[in-house]
């Protein structure tokens, strides 16, 4: 455990900040949990995006095969329309 006075390194991603004990810790909380607020936002808009296209892919797919089944003379099924 850290004694008065002795400074302590917080890690940041992969960057070590030192913080003395004169330094304003609520500061520095609030700027780590800007950063992270602001990686989960990235990570999120990056999920979302990636499940727009496999959305969009699957809406391709299906219009393939329902354009395929009706080639072939397949009759519509109704749970498909």
């Keep these: 455990m ?3 006075g002795d400074d302590i390194t917080l890690t940041e991603g992969v ?3 030192p913080i ?3 330094e304003d810790l ?3 909380v609030h700027n780590i949990l800007k950063t992270t607020q602001n990686q989960f936002e990235t990570m999120s808009n990056k999920i979302i995006s990636r499940i ?3 959305s ?3 809406d391709d797919l299906e219009k393939s095969i329902t354009e395929l089944m009706n080639q072939a003379g397949v009759p519509p099924d109704e749970k498909y329309e």
């Design 2 to 4: 850290a004694e008065k």
């Design 15 to 17: 960057k070590k900040t």
């Design 20 to 22: 003395s004990g004169n």
């Design 26 to 28: 609520g500061e520095f």
């Design 52 to 54: 727009d296209d496999v």
């Design 56 to 58: 969009r892919r699957v």
